[in-house]
């Protein structure tokens, strides 16, 4: 797959390729947003994840893990529970945004990524590693000993 400005494959060469999508969100607060830097990260090796990191103002990094499926999930339908509620929203005849509800229900951020570039990016993650193909990307001898480690 080739590479677009918004989506990068890093990784030495030979290993898995691990994708990256950098993007601007928009953190909401009241009648306004403000656009916040936001790099969301695929590694084949830890397959069912997505990291992301959140870049405020003056050097703050909020970083949160999502489940890869649940990302995908939340640009269809009303998703998540908990910490994380994930809902696609139309804007304007476009393909619209994923709103984000990240937090406790008393203390909580709403944020919205764009839902089209989530959707593409989401696509290149499952050209690397398919749906149902996660498990056979672990080594389950290594989760397990690591399991059964004495501190």
Known sequence: MSESPLHKTTGPPGSPLV??????ARQLRGRFGRPVDTTFRYDPDDPWAVRTTFRLPLGVEIHWTFSRELLRSGTRVLSGEGDIRLCPLRTEGKEGVVRLRLGPAEAFATVDIDRAGLRSWLAETYEVVPDGEEAGRIDWAAEASQLF???
């Open 19 to 24: 994708r990256s999508w950098r993007t601007t």
């Open 149 to 151: 480690a004495r501190p």
